[in-house]
């Protein structure tokens, strides 16, 4: 079983939809959690942290966090053009001498349509 | 802002030579990683460093060892290329914060 679990897609929806993207981590004791959007023929860029249970809201981004089920996903609102990417989930290696390495996952390629 | 520079977008090598890959951070960073991204496999860290002259294996160190002399700058060297090292080659950095900023990315052939 992969540490970090995408699916791959690609994922497609229309302009103005939820786009949702979802990851899967098999570590238990993992401890933050993050999505990082990837253009094109760029680098990764951070989009959203997470820590704790629940939801966390940042204009129209929302990451979720389920610890007892092992699971993050990320909710686009409002789908634009502009979000067509390759979306990568990471999750820290727990431990005191990980010095913040992550896991990443194989990533989602999103494509938003006029 | 932070910023990651890497010191070459594309590189073309023969299979045998011995390739460098430099990474600068100006941010007085204490922590940098070296990472390979190849499509389907997303990216595996190669080696990370958490201050000077340290420096630790990732989860695919074999084939490459790195340098870090100074804080702000840290290497990655293919000791012998291989064809199955072709690849994107991104560098990143890390200070007191979670959050690692990465360089543009070498894009490597090695022929």
């Known amino acids: 079983q992969k540490e970090v679990e995408q699916n791959s897609g690609p994922l497609s929806v229309p302009e103005g939809a939820i786009a949702s993207l979802n990851c899967t981590y098999s570590d238990r004791v993992s401890q933050s959690f993050f999505w990082y959007r990837q253009y094109s023929g760029k680098s990764p860029e951070l989009i959203m942290s997470?820590?704790?249970?629940g939801d966390k809201e940042d204009g129209r981004f929302t990451a979720q966090l389920n610890k007892a089920s092992q699971y993050v996903s990320l909710l686009i609102r409002d789908s634009q053009p502009s979000d067509s990417a390759t979306y990568l989930c990471a999750v820290t290696r727990p431990g005191g001498t990980s010095y913040g390495k992550l896991t990443f996952g194989q990533g989602t390629i999103l494509t938003v349509h006029p | 802002d932070v910023k990651v520079t890497q010191s070459s977008r594309y590189l073309v090598k023969r299979t045998g030579e011995k390739v460098f890959l430099e990474c600068v951070q100006d941010m007085d960073h204490e922590n940098m990683f070296w990472y390979r991204q190849d499509p389907g496999l997303g990216l595996r860290l190669i080696y990370f460093s958490y201050d000077v002259k340290m420096k630790e294996k990732g989860d695919i160190p074999e084939g490459y060892s790195v340098s870090r002399e100074k804080k702000e700058r840290f290497s990655l060297i293919l000791e012998s290329a291989s064809t199955n090292q072709t690849s994107m080659y991104l560098c990143?950095?890390?200070?007191?914060?979670?959050?690692?900023?990465f360089g543009p990315g070498t894009r490597l052939l090695v022929l």
């Open positions: 997470i820590y704790s249970n």
């Open positions: 990143a950095s890390r200070g007191s914060g979670e959050t690692q900023y």
